[in-house]
């Protein structure tokens, strides 16, 4: 089945600053690969995502990017504010056609003013 | 209009008590998610219905747990005999469709089994 890896655990920037959490997936057939964030006691609240007929994908200060070969896709967050600061997590779909995602163990980025 | 809604938000229950956790997902959506989130982890899939069947169960962790989706909208995550470790934030999400379908997540119901 799948398995997504996701790096790094902890991530703490200087307001301004880039973010970039890498994560892995193993199942060639996935083919959805969202990334969501998720605040202390809240819901995970989606933020971007691609898809496999893609390579990167850009929403204001948010970008990601996707290696189908390499089988690895990136979350980039620009000029980072303290707002930006949570919990995220890249998920995968495990295969082609099956719904349901597959989460990495998630990254909590501290950005500090 | 209304996002995916979970009751109860909170549930505290005695050891091999039974318990049922209900999902109403986003009005249209056809294809349902459960998740289990512990502590420090990312959401752990349950399983997922497309209408009213189980389209995969593969991720619930043994026969204690069930869930029904009679109508294909509202659903109920059942746990027999609850045990220390089934402790956790249980998850819904709802998608329009599966697959690369977007999945909206609702705010969790976080069970306590003491």
């Known amino acids: 089945g799948e398995n997504v890896e996701q790096h790094p655990s902890t991530l703490s920037v200087q307001e301004g600053d880039s973010a970039v959490i890498k994560c892995t997936y193993s199942d060639s057939a996935s083919n959805y690969f969202p990334w969501y964030k998720q605040e202390l006691g809240k819901r995970p609240q989606l933020i971007i995502d691609?898809?496999?007929?893609?390579g990167e994908k850009k929403d204001q200060r948010i970008a990601v990017t996707l290696n189908k070969t390499a089988k690895h896709f990136s979350l980039h967050i620009t000029e980072t504010q303290p707002e930006d600061s949570a919990v995220y997590f890249c998920?995968?779909?495990?295969?082609?056609?099956?719904?349901?995602?597959?989460f990495g163990k998630g990254t909590k980025l501290s950005v500090k003013p | 209009g209304a996002g995916v809604s979970q009751t109860p938000s909170n549930k505290v229950t005695e050891k091999g008590k039974y318990v049922e956790l209900r999902c109403d997902p986003i009005?249209?959506?056809?294809?349902l998610y459960w998740y289990r989130q512990s502590l420090g982890q990312g959401p752990e899939f349950l399983i997922y219905f497309q209408g009213t069947g189980a389209a995969d169960d593969s991720g619930l962790p043994n026969d204690r747990f069930f869930a029904v989706r009679p109508e294909g909208s509202v659903s109920t995550l059942k746990i027999q005999r609850t045990e220390r470790g089934d402790s956790a934030v249980y998850l819904c999400?709802?998608?329009f469709g599966t697959g690369a379908d977007t999945q909206y997540f609702g705010p969790g119901t976080r069970l306590t089994v003491l």
């Open positions: 999400a709802s998608s």
């Open positions: 691609i898809r496999s007929n893609v």
């Open positions: 998920a995968a779909t495990q295969g082609g056609s099956q719904g349901n995602l597959i």
């Open positions: 009005s249209g959506h056809t294809a």
